[in-house]
Nanobody, 126 residues
């Protein structure tokens, strides 16, 4: 059994920062490629960022590159997403995802990820 638990969402004003985190347990305890996706009402779930097991490789969606940073915590089963200079367009439910297998920067659709968290809501006000 694999569980992913997100935390850190909330309400923030545009231009400010927020960090969301994800802790995995179970089969992914020793680390697995992980990613963040987000979904707004009426829109499909979209890729935000991903990170390899070691944290040495990362990938970002064009819309967040330069503003968001994905990183590993001190434990391999923890991933953070630091979000800076937030805009109202970043308002969404943010989901943590993990896959069993190799990492690739090209894995940017939900079908590549087997395990999902319940999501944490991020609301950016103008």
């Amino acid at each position: 059994q694999v569980q992913l638990v997100e935390s850190g969402g909330g309400l923030v004003q545009a231009g400010n920062s927020l960090r969301v985190s994800c802790v995995s347990s179970g089969r992914t305890d020793n680390g697995s490629p992980m990613a963040w996706f987000r979904q707004s009402p009426g829109k499909e779930r979209e890729f935000v960022a991903s990170i390899s097991v070691t944290g040495g490789s990362t990938a970002y969606a064009a819309s967040v590159k330069g503003r968001f940073t994905i990183s590993r915590g001190s434990a391999k089963n923890t991933v953070h997403l630091q979000m800076n200079n937030l805009t109202t367009e970043d308002t969404a439910v943010y989901y943590c995802a993990a896959r069993i297998g190799t990492y690739s920067e090209s894995y940017r659709t939900p079908r590549f990820y087997r395990y999902w968290g319940q999501g944490t809501r991020v609301t950016v006000s103008s």
